[in-house]
């Protein structure tokens, strides 16, 4: 059978690394699974290497650019898998997800990029989140980001990202948003295909790197929407970006910023609803954390 690798990127956090490794190990994919640590700044730990007739574990270290994307970007190139997975060390998949994934890709040849659905744990409380399309375009990444499609449901051919639509992009600002515009890139290429089934668990809290840090997400959506100037022709997708934007700046107290982000998505997209969220932050209506705390507990995010 197909062999698999995993590619689990990781900093400073052991406890949950090890929950990670387990949940791919407990896959129950009958093919070889490779699993990859990939330490980023921080000391590999080498007891974490196995072998089994089915299953590896092998621990490497970045060797490109520090952060996630330079991470992934070492495992991918270390990787001996027709296909490619990845998992970040907070997330769990859930034993079928292999399986499922590398079924889809089997039965469709041309298709070079897998997801599927997710749950969201939060604050003890598990949300599931079905996508509720098995397709995805690019123009529909265009119109929406689809928090389901998170990274750790990536699935990809080996072959389709190094001599296709290429490796993680590591000169975005701060690392916020690689995911997304790795997605874009890939439905550029192809459409992505979607396993309507919730296979991976996704552990939203403090422990994320992009917990809350605003200037983070406004320098890595800012240079999202220069890059793909295709969003002029998607108002909606737009907008969406520049509500997420308009939030960040009210969150850091910048309010003229803020609101000049908000009138721009709203010119675009009347309806856009991160516009009155921005405002009521920028205005001191409520507080930033107080919106993100609420929309956490519906299993949602700004």
């Known amino acids: 059978m197909d062999r698999v690798t995993a590619i689990i990127a990781t900093r400073d956090r052991p406890e949950m690394l090890r929950q990670a490794i ?14 990859l640590v990939v330490f980023d700044q921080s000391e590999p730990d ?6 089994s007739e089915s299953r590896s574990v092998r621990v490497l270290t970045n060797v490109r650019k520090p952060g996630l994307a330079g991470a992934r970007n070492s495992g991918i190139e270390a990787a001996t898998g027709e296909f490619i997975a990845f998992c970040d060390d ?6 079928h997800k292999v399986e499922a994934q590398v079924g889809l890709l089997a039965d469709n040849p041309g298709t070079e990029f897998v997801t599927c659905d997710i749950a969201v744990s939060y ?10 399309k098995s397709w995805i375009s690019f123009p529909d990444l265009l119109r929406d980001r ?61 422990q994320s790197f992009f917990f809350r840090r ?10 999202i929407l220069e890059k793909y100037p295709e969003f002029d022709t998607v108002p909606a997708g ?18 003229r910023m803020a609101l000049r982000w908000a009138a721009s998505a709203a010119q675009r997209n009347p309806l856009e609803p991160r516009v009155p969220l921005a405002a009521a932050v ?11 705390e609420a929309l956490h507990k519906r299993g949602r995010g700004i």
């Open 22 to 35: 387990n949940a791919v190990m407990a896959q129950t994919y009958a093919g070889f699974i490779e699993i």
């Open 146 to 206: 689809h928090t389901e499609l998170h990274p750790s449901t990536f699935m990809m051919r080996r072959s389709a990202v190094l001599e296709g639509f290429g490796l993680v992009d590591e000169a975005v600002p701060g690392g916020f948003g690689e995911d997304y515009e790795f997605l874009l890139r890939a439905s550029r290429s192809a459409p992505i295909a979607h396993v309507r089934r919730v296979s991976a668990t996704v552990r939203w809290g403090s």
């Open 46 to 51: 080498y007891s974490l290497v196995e072998e």
């Open 123 to 132: 604050d003890g409380q598990i949300h599931e989140r079905p996508l509720g």
């Open 90 to 95: 907070d997330d769990l998949w859930l034993p």
């Open 282 to 292: 920028a205005c001191g209506m409520v507080t930033p954390g107080r919106v993100m």
């Open 214 to 223: 605003w200037q983070t997400m406004c320098d890595g959506l800012s240079w």
């Open 238 to 255: 737009s907008a969406r970006i520049r509500g997420q934007l308009a939030f960040a700046h009210a969150a850091m107290g910048e309010r």
